[in-house]
Nanobody, 122 residues
Framework: QVQLVESGGGLVQAGDSLRLSCAASGRSTAGMGWFRQAPGKERKIVAS????????YYADSVKGRFTISRDNAKNTMYLQMNSLKPEDTAVYYCAARTVAPISTITSAYSYWGQGTQVTVST
């Protein structure tokens, strides 16, 4: 089993930055990802990272603004979010799988955090 705990969400203004963290415990994780879900909408990929951190993926909507990274020594994944926009408002979820390749689909991930709210005001 893997336990994931997100932190770092909050209320910010457009143009501000936030850094989300996802602390993992339990068995070792491999591929990990950040997803987000706005009210009334489906959960969608934001970014994902391979087990080594050498391969990353970003949704088009966040390219150039968000950076995903991981520190395997600390069992922690991060999402640095810059130039935030109101449309980035959502609950952000951390996800993990026990195989290395990145994936952009929710069903590929076996473990999920509880989510952290990010609200960007105009």
């Amino acid at each position: 089993q893997v336990q994931l705990v997100e932190s770092g969400g909050g209320l910010v203004q457009a143009g501000d930055s936030l850094r989300l963290s996802c602390a993992a415990s339990g068995r070792s994780t491999a591929g990990m990802g950040w997803f987000r879900q706005a009210p009334g909408k489906e959960r969608k990929i934001v970014a994902s990272i391979s087990g080594s951190g050498g391969t990353v993926y970003y949704a088009d909507s966040v390219k150039g603004r968000f950076t995903i990274s991981r520190d395997n020594a600390k069992n922690t994944m991060y999402l640095q979010m810059n130039s935030l926009k109101p449309e980035d408002t959502a609950v952000y979820y951390c996800a993990a799988r026990t195989v290395a390749p990145i994936s952009t689909i929710t069903s590929a991930y076996s473990y999920w955090g509880q989510g952290t709210q990010v609200t960007v005001s105009t």
